[in-house]
T-cell receptor, first 115, second 113 residues
Framework: GAVVSQHPSRVICKSGTSVKIECRSL??????MFWYRQFPKQSLMLMAT?????????EQGVEKDKFLINHASLTLSTLTVTSAHPEDSSFYIC???????????FGQGTRLTVV | KNQVEQSPQSLIILEGKNCTLQ??????????LRWYKQDTGRGPVSLTI???SENTKSNGRYTATLDADTKQSSLHITASQLSDSASYIC???WGGGYNKLIFGAGTRLAVHP
């Protein structure tokens, strides 16, 4: 299967700071990328969908000004958690899909801890 | 309401034994059903994907079944290995749009020696 690389795998930041998470498709062009959030022992919850060159579409209840998503190229999307708070501590996962392909591939995830 | 329910919530088996995980869904319209394996602290990895017309699909020691009439799916793991210890997530695609995925809570499988 195709490879999606997510970086960093773990990050600890202080409350009030911003954190950027990168999601790269290594061997295909990701026209669509998805960002998920997962709390312990819970399902993945879709946060937003981004298409290359367009603004992201956020799910209900997800603050777009807090979770900034940029999908400026066909191989890279970034999620920036702004003014992070302890309640933002979670596991963030991206997935990427190529145009016309029904399958999407997940990154390894990023464990964010806000202290 | 579109939902995906998995059972059991957790399961412990001995290495070499078989096990079956269950998934019931109420998603409509249905597009496809996927099973993923998620190791702790990692992203999900696809095991199988089945459309409405498929009722079984295998991937090595993993065999998934789908009964679209009863809206049930199962994932059978044969001759379990320690590396099978993970969460197994059932995901149903709703209405054909990829972003409309409904995730189950997963079954946490522990394989003991």
């Amino acid at each position: 299967g195709a490879v999606v690389s997510q970086h960093p795998s773990r990050v600890i930041c202080k409350s009030g700071t911003s954190v950027k998470i990168e999601c790269r498709s290594l061997d295909f062009q990701a026209t669509t990328m998805f960002w998920y959030r997962q709390f312990p022992k819970q399902s993945l919850m879709l946060m937003a969908t981004s298409n290359e060159g367009s603004k992201a579409t956020y799910e209900q209840g997800v603050e777009k000004d807090k979770f900034l998503i940029n999908h400026a190229s066909l191989t890279l999307s970034t999620l920036t958690v702004t003014s992070a708070h302890p309640e933002d501590s979670s596991f963030y996962i991206c997935s990427a899909r190529e145009l016309g392909d029904t399958e999407a591939f997940f990154g390894q995830g990023t464990r964010l801890t806000v202290v | 309401k579109n939902q995906v329910e998995q059972s059991p919530q957790s399961l412990i088996i001995l290495e070499g034994k078989n096990c079956t995980l269950q998934c019931n869904y109420t998603v409509s319209p249905f597009s496809n059903l996927r099973w993923y394996k998620q190791d702790t602290g990692r992203g999900p990895v696809s095991l199988t994907i089945m459309t409405f017309s498929e009722n079984t699909k295998s991937n090595g020691r993993y065999t998934a079944t789908l009964d679209a009439d009863t809206k049930q799916s199962s994932l059978h793991i044969t001759a379990s290995q320690l590396s099978d210890s993970a969460s197994y997530i059932c995901v149903v695609s709703w209405g054909g749009g990829y972003n409309k995925l409904i995730f189950g809570a997963g079954t946490r499988l522990a394989v003991h020696p």
